[in-house]
C-alpha cells in the first residue's frame, strides 16, 4: 500500500506481509526488485518466520543497506513537486530574437549547464558565434525566438524549416533548469507556429539517447517517439580506417 512507498521514500529496509489480495503482485514484484523482503501473505506467515525475518535483517548490515538503497532508488520523494509544477505551469511568451539578444545568446549556449544536454558540447567561439547568428536573423527558413517569463528570458527555441516540415532545437537559460520550463517553452513554440501561419504539419526534434530528462520533456509537451534512427561513422572517409 501507501506505506511501502513511505518507507522506499526514505530508505527503510522492511519486511512486508500483504494484508489484502491486491496488495501482493506489487508487494512480489517489489521484491524480485531487491526493494524489500515479502514473507507473503499475512494469513500464511507463522510467527517463527517472521522472526527469523526480522533477525536475518537485523544482523545483516549489508542486506539492509541493499534493500534501502535499492527501495530509495524508485521513489524520490518530488511527487508534490511534479504535481504542482504540471498544474501551475508557467505562461512563456515567445519573441523573434533580436540583434542585440547576441552575445547574451552566446553566453547561454556556452555555459556548461546547458552544454551538456546539447548535441554538440564544444564551446563556441565568440566570432563563430556572430557570424552564425547573423545568417540566423536573415534566413527565412530559421525562426530563433526567446521564451520570456514576467519578462525575463527563460529559454531559447530554434525551428528549421524544410517544407512542411521543422527540426526544433530547445535550451534553457542557465539558472532556469529543473524547473519545469522545458514543456511550457515547446508549448508555447507549437502555438507561436499555429499563430504565425507557419506552414509547418510536422516537427522533428533529435535528442541524446542517453538524454531521458530531454525525452521526458518533448513527451509532457505532445512529442511522441516515431521511430530510431542509427548512424555508422566511418572515420576518414568510405574507405577509412
Do not use: K
Not at 506505506?3 to 526514505?10: F, G, K
Not at 521564451?147 to 542557465?174: F, K, M, Q, T, W
Request: hydrophobic share 45%.
Amino acid at each position: 500500500g501507501t506505506m511501502t512507498w513511505e518507507r522506499a521514500c526514505v530508505g527503510v529496509p522492511s519486511v512486508v506481509v500483504s494484508i489484502a489480495a491486491n496488495q501482493e503482485p506489487g508487494a512480489a514484484a517489489l521484491a524480485a526488485a531487491g526493494a524489500h523482503l515479502y514473507l507473503g501473505p499475512a494469513g500464511a506467515v507463522t510467527g517463527e518466520q517472521l522472526a527469523g525475518a526480522v533477525t536475518l535483517l537485523s544482523e545483516n548490515a549489508p542486506l539492509r543497506r541493499h534493500l534501502g538503497e535499492t527501495a530509495a532508488a524508485l521513489v524520490d520523494g518530488r511527487g508534490v513537486e511534479r504535481v504542482v509544477r504540471d498544474l501551475l505551469q508557467p505562461t512563456v511568451l515567445l519573441r523573434r530574437a533580436r540583434a542585440d539578444d547576441c552575445e547574451r545568446v552566446w553566453e547561454w549556449r556556452n555555459a556548461a549547464e546547458v552544454r551538456r544536454y546539447s548535441l554538440d558540447e564544444r564551446e563556441i567561439p565568440l566570432e563563430q558565434h556572430r557570424r552564425w547568428y547573423a545568417g540566423a536573423l536573415a534566413d527565412p527558413t530559421r525562426l530563433l525566438l526567446i521564451g520570456e517569463v514576467g519578462g525575463e528570458p527563460v529559454g531559447v527555441l530554434r525551428y528549421d524549416l524544410d517544407g512542411a516540415e521543422a527540426e526544433v532545437s530547445v535550451y534553457l537559460v542557465p539558472g532556469r533548469l529543473n524547473r519545469g520550463l522545458g514543456a511550457p517553452l515547446l508549448v508555447a513554440g507549437t502555438a507561436y507556429l499555429r499563430s504565425e501561419g507557419v506552414p509547418v504539419h510536422t516537427v522533428r526534434a533529435r535528442i541524446r539517447p542517453e538524454n531521458a530528462a530531454s525525452r521526458a520533456v518533448f513527451e509532457r509537451a505532445g512529442y511522441r517517439l516515431d521511430h530510431a534512427i542509427y548512424h555508422l561513422r566511418l572515420g576518414g572517409g568510405a574507405g577509412g580506417r
